[in-house]
């Protein structure tokens, strides 16, 4: 069976909470799967004072600021149980560009969970 890739994509501090690196372990842990985090930070950001603006027109999608976390997991379940869990925890992503390069069966799975738990 082929492994299944979901990535979670959010905006800078479009989560409930910080997203930290030993709730991820811990929630890999529980469901035997593989939980990886990066933090895309855009090169066309501008601070003006207190407020961070970011031009994303014309820009690639991987090269815009974003928080990242993908799960790599054998089967579906554990795949399910996870992005249940991690959603739970942070909320759920923007769905329009929220699970760019998950595998079909990964997103999938992340939409029908959303669906069921978040409503979106």
């Known amino acids: 069976m082929a492994e299944i890739i979901t ?36 090169k066309s950001r501008i601070f003006a004072g207190h407020t961070v603006f970011e031009e994303t027109w014309d ?12 799960v790599s997991a054998a089967d579906r379940e554990s795949t399910r149980r996870t992005v249940q869990d991690l959603i739970r925890l942070y909320r759920s992503p923007v769905p329009i560009w929220g699970f760019l390069g998950s595998s079909k069966e990964g997103e999938d799975i992340a939409k029908q969970v959303i669906d069921q738990d978040d409503g979106w």
């Open 7 to 42: 990535k979670l994509r959010y905006n800078p501090d479009d989560y409930l909470k910080d997203i930290a690196p030993s709730e991820l372990e811990l929630v890999a842990r529980k469901n035997g799967v593989n939980i990886s985090l990066e933090q895309v930070t855009g």
């Open 59 to 70: 820009v690639p999608f991987d090269q815009v600021s974003q928080t990242v976390i993908t």
